[in-house]
């Protein structure tokens, strides 16, 4: 059993940074695979980045790459999502979310955070 735990969202300009925390607990967390998703209002929920267990591996949307990075930090059970550059375009409640598997459709994480917003300014 893994508890996810969203922080860091809030209202920034665009053209400004987040970072986002997402704090686990549960002794199984180093075990799994992690994701960032986020979802609009009247949009389905989609996926934003994901990395492997070690952090050896990371994945982004192409809407986000290069201007998103995940990371974590298994000794303190807490994976990262620093965002620059942002646009109104991401403005979204942002989820993590937590896989055994490595996969970037939602359908495949079994636990999930209950969200932080994240709203972009024009």
């Known amino acids: 059993q893994v508890q996810l735990v969203e922080s860091g969202g809030g209202l920034v300009q665009a053209g400004g940074s987040l970072r986002l925390s997402c704090a686990a607990s549960?002794?199984?967390?180093?075990?799994?695979?992690m994701g960032w998703f986020r979802q609009a209002p009247g949009k389905v929920r989609e996926f934003v980045a994901f990395?492997?267990?070690?952090?050896?591996?990371?994945s982004y949307a192409a809407s986000v790459k290069g201007r998103f990075t995940m990371s974590r930090d298994n000794a303190k059970n807490t994976v990262y999502l620093q965002m620059k550059s942002l646009t109104p375009e991401d403005t979204a409640v942002y989820y993590c979310?937590?896989?055994?598997?490595?996969?970037?459709?939602?359908?495949?994480?079994?636990?999930w955070g209950q969200g932080t917003q994240v709203t972009v300014s024009s």
């Open positions: 979310a937590a896989s055994a598997v490595h996969r970037t459709d939602p359908k495949y994480y079994t636990y």
């Open positions: 549960g002794r199984t967390f180093s075990a799994y695979n």
């Open positions: 990395i492997t267990w070690s952090g050896g591996n990371s």
